[in-house]
């Protein structure tokens, strides 16, 4: 069974950074397409980034692309999320997810780890 | 970066309704199309991908049609289960992007 388990969410203040980590369990991290999804508070699904199954490719929505990092340790089996210079606007539920086995789209989703942006 | 203008934003019907929701990519996104089912406090479910590919467990009244940069999502015989907010998204191209979401209520 696929899980994911995201953590490292909590409460950081603007322009410091965080790490948010997700444990994959039930199938091997290297062989599928991983991303991060987030939802601020009563807002749509936004993408925000995307590590391809060979490391080939990486793509970052433009609203973090420069201060956030998508990695992987295969070892580990688990994705991360480096963000730096946070702002009010990267408050949100940031959700792990999976790639499908036809497609890159996310198909298996953890719960999400919540960030909160605040002084 | 291609943008997705998803219509309506909110939509009220009954149960045993028919409701179609509509993506539009600002360019051609070839078949990377998805439809997500979002309800409160739950992570995102996919129903749809590749336009029209049922993904297993989603029931037969969810129907995804369309091609190149109009795409709609159909709920025949809407039951109680499926009052909840639809999300499509392209993952034709970086960055990816959602549509807004529709909120499918009750009548």
């Known amino acids: 069974e696929v899980q994911l388990v995201e953590s490292g969410g909590g409460l950081v203040q603007p322009g410091r950074s965080l790490r948010l980590s997700c444990a994959a369990s039930?199938?091997?991290?290297?062989?599928?397409?991983m991303h991060w999804v987030r939802q601020g508070p009563g807002k749509g699904l936004e993408w925000v980034s995307t590590?391809?199954?060979?490391?080939?490719?990486?793509g970052y929505a433009d609203s973090v692309k420069g201060r956030f990092t998508i990695s992987r340790d295969i070892a580990k089996n688990s994705l991360y999320l480096q963000m730096n210079s946070l702002g009010a606007e990267d408050t949100a539920l940031y959700y792990c997810?999976?790639?499908?086995?036809?497609?890159?789209?996310?198909?298996?989703w953890g719960q999400g780890t919540l960030v909160t942006v605040s002084s | 970066a291609i943008r997705m203008t998803q219509s309506p934003s909110s939509v009220s019907a009954s149960e045993g309704d028919s409701v179609t929701v509509t993506c539009r990519a600002s360019q051609g996104v070839s078949t990377n199309l998805a439809w997500y089912q979002e309800k409160p406090g739950r992570a995102p479910k996919v129903l749809i991908s590749?336009?029209?590919t049922l993904q297993s467990g989603a029931p037969s009244r969810f129907r995804g049609s369309g091609s190149g940069t109009d795409f709609a999502l159909t709920i025949t015989y809407l039951q109680s289960d499926d009052f909840a907010t639809y999300y499509c998204?392209?993952?034709?191209?970086?960055?990816?992007?959602f549509g807004q979401g529709t909120r499918v209520e009750v009548k």
């Open positions: 997810t999976k790639g499908g086995s036809t497609g890159w789209y996310p198909e298996s």
């Open positions: 590749g336009v029209s």
């Open positions: 998204l392209q993952y034709d191209s970086y960055p990816w992007a």
């Open positions: 039930g199938f091997i991290l290297d062989d599928y397409a």
């Open positions: 590590l391809e199954w060979n490391s080939g490719s990486i």
